[in-house]
């Protein structure tokens, strides 16, 4: 029998418990918090750029090769495409449920390898980017500028902060852990813009063509060697490397440009028949916060990463940032995905401690005594705490559902310890010693216990199977489950008897009931040092790192540094509660016992009297059985109808904090005609009561 192992052997069963909850300790701090499992299918994204390509040049010469190479890479469900007329183009490619990104984006990188030498030599040369990403936006950042008395304009134009946020922003974002991709918004960024003169370059026989070509062969970065570098004639003294002017950068620069002598050696200039100026490469999106021109940042979260600690670690590399910033400048977070996923986890956070306590509080009021509490609570925080192990190599994360099962699961583990306990008592209320109790409980309900793990595990692990979005949505929830009821069963056959011997050593066998005692007077420390955290966090907390991070909507930081330092401070905070609660519960636990004993008894004769009437109300329901049956019959009926009428639906309606809305105008609309509506739709937005911004990317 595996229990006489362990009963034998009580130093060994608890090691074995104390390596389970070590290993899921460790796991918890490492384990990636969301809403819900990660259910959305992992993306690729390809990206190229084809300067002055229109839309239709784009799919010939670009979209094409790309897609024909990409089209049937394993495991891929679709792919979609889009190219743009500023010469943009991107490609999402969607593969299965649970495919590792990492191989889904070498698979992608081989094929568009393949294609390249297709490709334009300007889109070679610009490059061609494959990333992994998860599919919606993370949160996104929006650069905003003040207002300059002197001139009632904003200091800084949209190009400015576009420019800004690419330079300053993009790379310290991407470098960050859990970050997939930055997208600019609306970007912007710097090019020399030549506006030519049809007029002008017919006059000298010019065309565009020729004007892009020289431009090509005159803006260009070379290396022009060295002077006196070897093998050079006997008494070279110096060796110098020649630097030359490069790309330009000015319009000036641009101006001088030669474009072509005539045979009277006439040069023409190319500001003879342009305009150069510096501008943005491409305006057809603009990015506004609350009818302002900005500069958006929307950052994409990497599949599989921690969502809120990447979020508080971009939040606190923007608190980094701003003092670097121009006077004038300022950013706002107007999209964050996190708080919402912060609540609603820490809700079920909180739901599990309640189901802890009142679990805890219940076993008291019918065990009465502390001993016999110990054990079920025990067994609860093993298979608790165990199981935390198993989702992290599992892949799961801390979410709503899996959480949901640990608080589900709690009542349904805690009977396993229960089962054990009431049995060994029952044993020891007939003249058996403690470990000769145990052995004889342990050999009628080892089979019991192991069965009802079984026929409850049946019930859940089925769903597993189910395929598709909903298989993959459910199934953390009815693995953790049975994990935690797997550790249970297991940790009901070992540690449990091997504690029960100990802790029932000392009882005489036979009626022992004025041998129990409700609490302990340890038990008076350990709430005392429960009360100074709970008092002295929001005092003490900053200074010992236990940071909430309330003021911005962040939590302290994850991984197993930060959660073995916050047990650390936890415990100081705690320690002069402890000391101060166990004296006043040596003086105290005597009366405080003998008023809980007087509310045992009471208890006691409140539940004999419910069982004889429920004892009565069964036996009336034998001898009227049929109506018994037809009541149940009706019962199951309403219980059909009811699920018939009941809406369905997959996931309830939340408020998020935020509206999405698509602006759809004819076909051939200009910027300025698509301005003034979402001018409009700006306006009423920012009216209407409880919103904070609004942000808008026409195009």
């Known amino acids: 029998m595996l229990a006489r192992i362990?009963?034998?052997?009580?130093?060994?069963?608890?090691?074995?418990?104390?390596v389970i909850l070590l290993l899921g300790g460790i796991s918890a701090g490492l384990l990636p918090v969301a809403e819900y499992p990660e259910v959305t299918p992992p993306i690729v994204r390809v990206t190229a750029y084809y300067p002055g390509a229109n839309a239709l040049v784009l799919a010939d010469t670009v979209a094409a090769p790309i897609e024909q190479q990409v089209n049937g890479v394993e495991k891929m469900l679709y792919m979609t495409s889009q190219s743009n007329n500023?010469?943009?183009?991107?490609?999402?490619?969607?593969?299965?449920i649970g495919t590792n990104t990492n191989m889904a984006q070498v698979l992608v990188q081989n094929r568009v390898a393949i294609a390249e030498p297709s490709l334009p030599d300007v889109v070679r040369a610009i490059g061609v980017t494959t990333k992994k990403r998860a599919a919606d936006i993370l949160l996104a950042i929006s650069l905003d500028s003040d207002v300059n008395p002197a001139t009632g304009k904003p200091y800084y134009d949209a190009l400015y902060m576009s420019n800004f946020a690419t330079i300053q922003l993009k790379d310290a974002v991407s470098r960050l852990e859990g970050v997939g991709d930055v997208f600019i918004m609306g970007q912007q960024d710097y090019s020399m813009r030549v506006w030519l003169d049809p007029d002008k370059l017919a006059s000298r026989n010019l065309t565009v063509t020729e004007v892009i070509k020289v431009l090509r062969e005159q803006n260009v970065q070379v290396a022009a060697?060295?002077?006196?570098?070897?093998?050079?004639?006997?008494?070279?003294?110096?060796?110098y490397t020649l630097s030359t002017l490069g790309r330009l950068i000015e319009p000036k620069q641009f101006d001088d440009i030669v474009l072509n002598t005539d045979k009277n050696g006439e040069i023409t200039y190319l500001k003879d028949v342009s305009r150069n100026t510096l501008g943005a490469k491409s305006e057809d999106i603009m990015s506004r916060l609350?009818?302002?021109?900005?500069?958006?940042?929307?950052?994409?979260?990497?599949?599989?990463?921690?969502?809120?600690?990447?979020?508080?670690?971009?939040?606190?590399?923007?608190?980094?940032?701003?003092?670097?910033?121009p006077p004038g400048l300022k950013y706002a977070i107007v999209y964050d995905t996190t708080p919402f996923v912060r609540e609603s986890v820490h809700e079920v956070q909180k739901t599990l401690l309640d189901a802890i306590i009142l679990v805890t509080i219940v076993i008291l009021v019918f065990l009465q005594d502390w001993r016999s509490l110990l054990l079920?609570?025990?067994?609860?925080?093993?298979?608790?705490?165990?199981?935390?192990?198993?989702?992290?190599?599992?892949?799961?994360?801390?979410?709503?559902?899996?959480?949901?099962?640990?608080?589900?699961?709690?009542?349904?583990?805690?009977?396993?310890a229960i089962v054990v306990l009431e049995n060994i008592e029952r044993w020891m209320e007939k003249g058996l010693a403690a470990r000769e109790a145990t052995m004889k409980a342990m050999e009628e309900i080892t089979g019991p216990i192991v069965a009802i793990t079984l026929v409850l595990s049946s019930v859940l692990l089925p769903s597993t199977a189910l395929g598709g979005l909903v298989g993959q949505f459910f199934r953390q929830f009815a693995v953790t489950i049975s994990v935690?009821?797997?550790?249970?069963?297991?940790?009901?056959?070992t540690m449990t008897p091997a504690l029960a011997v100990l802790f029932f050593r000392n009882r005489k066998p036979g009626k022992h009931a004025e041998d129990k005692e409700a609490l302990p007077w340890w038990g008076f420390g350990l709430l005392g040092g429960l009360a100074t955290v709970w008092l002295l966090t929001p005092i003490l907390g900053p200074s010992l790192g236990l940071?909430?991070?309330?003021?911005?909507?962040?939590?302290?930081?994850?991984?197993?540094?930060?959660?073995l330092a916050g047990l650390g401070a936890t415990l100081v905070l705690a320690f002069p509660g402890a000391v101060g609660g166990g004296v006043l519960g040596w003086f105290m636990v005597r009366p405080v016992n003998w008023t809980l004993g007087f509310f045992f008894r009471g208890f006691n004769w409140v539940f004999d009297w419910a069982t004889r009437v429920y004892g009565q109300i069964v036996g009336w329901c034998l001898r009227f059985s049929a109506v018994v049956l037809f009541v149940y019959v009706g019962?199951?009926?309403?219980?059909?109808?009811g699920f018939s009428r009941i809406p369905t639906g997959f996931i309830p309606m939340q408020d998020k904090g935020y509206l999405v809305t698509n602006i759809q105008l004819p076909d051939s609309a200009s910027l300025e005609r698509t301005l003034e509506v979402t001018d409009a739709v700006e306006k009423i937005a920012l009216e209407t009561p409880g919103v904070a911004h609004t942000l808008c990317l026409p195009g």
């Open 484 to 493: 935690s009821m797997l550790i249970s069963a297991v940790n009901a056959m």
């Open 6 to 18: 362990f009963i034998n052997r009580p130093v060994l069963a608890c090691v074995f418990s104390i």
């Open 376 to 416: 079920p609570v025990i067994g609860v925080l093993v298979s608790l705490v165990g199981t935390f192990a198993v989702m992290k190599v599992m892949g799961f994360t801390l979410n709503n559902l899996t959480l949901f099962g640990l608080v589900l699961a709690i009542g349904i583990v805690v009977d396993d």
């Open 86 to 96: 500023d010469g943009s183009y991107t490609l999402d490619v969607t593969f299965a």
């Open 547 to 563: 940071t909430t991070g309330e003021g911005h909507g962040e939590s302290a930081p994850g991984g197993l540094g930060a959660s």
């Open 290 to 325: 609350d009818r302002r021109a900005s500069s958006g940042v929307a950052v994409y979260l990497l599949p599989g990463a921690n969502a809120l600690d990447t979020a508080d670690g971009i939040k606190a590399k923007m608190r980094e940032l701003e003092p670097r910033f």
């Open 635 to 641: 019962l199951i009926v309403l219980t059909g109808f």
């Open 225 to 239: 060697g060295q002077v006196g570098q070897p093998p050079a004639s006997r008494g070279q003294d110096f060796q």
